[in-house]
């Protein structure tokens, strides 16, 4: 089985402060994680994903994530935030061989000036 | 290339009316998937197709119905919709399943049912 938990619903920062978005997972066969970003009224674009090559993945603007089997983690960072920014994220689980893949809630990531 | 496109982003139903939604593809993508997402909810699979002419449940299938006659379209059907039905729906494409892959999203169709 596996699952997803996004540990904080909402995230406020300033611009220019580093962003922390924590993501958990279980899975019963090795994983795959994604992180997508949702800006508003809009579809769902990729962040990153990890595979099972490097443990450390970086993304589109600035993003990177680090999968850390041992704590079941993939938070999602970003050394400095910008207003745009601003959106919902998602982590999202999958497993090779199975067509499913499990969406975590969401965390809505505001960025005050 | 248009990746995922999804008509239309907005309509509006009575209760018991029925519908529509399309999801076309440009990708040549064997798996297509229909997701509804809701607040505080994240996106729930309604039904998916591993290929043309092929669908199968989600985890909320009630109350939709899709078909897949060509490759690259697949469409979502409210027979009756409900107030219930209200959302924010979301297909979504990828490869196929022999390396695991992200999804595709096309831009949504927000429905609203009265």
């Known amino acids: 089985a596996q699952s997803v938990t996004q540990l904080d619903s909402h995230v406020s920062v300033s611009e220019g402060t580093p962003v922390l978005l924590r993501c958990n997972y279980s899975s019963s066969y090795s994983p795959s994680l994604f992180w997508y970003v949702q800006h508003p009224n809009k579809g769902l674009q990729l962040l990153l994903k990890y595979t099972s090559a490097a443990t450390l993945v970086k993304g589109i603007n600035g993003f990177e994530a680090e999968f850390k089997k041992s704590e079941t983690s993939f938070h999602l960072t970003k050394p400095s935030a910008h207003m745009s920014d601003a959106a919902e994220y998602f982590c999202v689980v999958t497993a090779s061989g199975t067509y499913k893949y499990i969406f975590g809630t969401g965390t809505r990531l505001k960025v005050l000036a | 290339n248009a990746g995922v496109t999804q008509t239309p982003k907005f309509r509006v139903l009575k209760t018991g009316q029925s519908m529509t939604l399309l999801c076309a593809q440009d990708m040549n993508h064997e798996y297509m998937y229909w997701y509804r997402q809701d607040p505080g909810m994240g996106l729930r699979l309604i039904h998916y197709s591993v290929g043309e002419g092929t669908t199968a449940k989600g985890e909320v299938p009630d109350g939709y119905n899709v078909s897949r006659l060509k490759k690259q379209n697949f469409l979502l059907g409210l027979e009756s919709a409900a107030p219930s039905q209200t959302s924010v729906y979301f297909c979504?494409?990828?490869?196929?399943?022999?390396?695991?892959?992200?999804?595709?999203f096309g831009e949504g169709s927000r429905l609203t049912v009265l």
């Open positions: 979504a494409s990828r490869r196929q399943l022999s390396n695991t892959g992200e999804l595709f």
